[in-house]
């Protein structure tokens, strides 16, 4: 098994898996518009940088990377590496690696993809839902990775599907001009708009029907008292 590089109609490169070193596949790619060359995830977990030919820098677990298969690979406008795993969201920078887990605010662990919308907020598809973090959210864990973000979750409720794994179709989300994202669930196409969404602000009213302690109920001795007769 193999990858393979095409310059127009030419077949330039064929690269060979136990080259990079690995007698697994790369389940996830996406090219380096900043430096060249193409980051690689695995299906055993693991990224590698392949540039000119040669592995440049390799990331595993034991250096701050997500556990599990890596699912998506993104670059960012900053420069930053966006990394799904089975074990987080992590964020690959000049040779730092740091992990965004259900430790620091997530809802769950396993990540399908991550994609920024056109206000900059992050989008993650997740085996618990559909999740929605502020990028100034992202940046202050960027800063400190010990520091916990809020996330705003669409689940099942909302008309989201979460399965556990993703299939192998790819790319597996797509944001169109008019800024929607498009992503596949496994059973279709879901599609959700940024600009759009349905949030409900109000809080619940509270009504108490009923008051018991020890089993005697005690909802007629905290009824308010009868108002005066008019005089």
């Known amino acids: 098994m193999a990858f393979f590089i095409w310059?127009?109609?030419?077949?330039?490169?064929?690269t060979p898996w136990a080259t990079?070193?690995?007698?697994?596949?790369?389940?996830?790619?996406s090219t380096d518009p900043a430096q060249g060359g193409v980051w690689l995830g695995f299906y055993q977990g693991?990224?590698?940088?392949?540039r000119d030919g040669q592995v440049r820098a390799t990331y595993k677990v034991a250096d701050g990377l997500g556990k599990g298969i890596v699912v998506d690979v993104q670059v960012d406008k900053d420069g930053a590496l966006w990394v799904?795993?089975?074990g987080g969201l992590s964020r690959v920078k000049s040779g730092r690696v740091s992990t965004l887990t259900?430790?620091?605010?997530?809802?769950?662990?396993?990540v399908h993809w991550a994609r920024e919308d056109n206000d900059q907020s992050?989008?993650?598809?997740?085996?618990?839902?559909l999740v929605r973090i502020e990028r100034?959210?992202?940046?202050?864990?960027?800063?400190?990775?010990?520091?916990?973000?809020?996330?705003?979750?669409?689940?099942?409720?909302?008309?989201?599907?979460?399965?556990?794994?993703?299939?192998?179709?790819?790319?597996?989300?797509?944001?169109?001009?008019?800024?929607k994202l498009w992503f596949l669930p496994g059973d279709g196409v879901s599609i959700i708009d940024p600009h759009h969404l349905a949030f409900n602000n109000c809080l619940p009213r509270l009504h108490v029907e009923q008051i018991s302690a020890r089993g005697p109920d005690l909802s007629g001795v905290f009824a308010p008292a009868s108002a005066p007769a008019d005089s």
Not at 7 to 14: A, F, M, Q, V
Not at 102 to 110: A, E, T, V
Not at 122 to 129: I, P, R, S
């Open 7 to 14: 310059l127009g109609e030419t077949l330039s490169k064929r």
């Open 20 to 29: 990079l070193g690995r007698t697994d596949f790369a389940s996830s790619l």
């Open 46 to 50: 693991g990224l590698a940088y392949f």
């Open 84 to 86: 799904a795993t089975e």
């Open 102 to 110: 259900s430790k620091n605010g997530l809802p769950c662990d396993s």
């Open 122 to 129: 992050f989008w993650l598809y997740m085996a618990c839902g």
């Open 136 to 179: 100034t959210q992202l940046d202050a864990w960027a800063v400190d990775p010990k520091r916990s973000i809020r996330a705003t979750v669409f689940d099942s409720s909302d008309g989201v599907r979460s399965p556990a794994v993703v299939g192998g179709h790819s790319p597996r989300v797509a944001k169109t001009t008019d800024g």
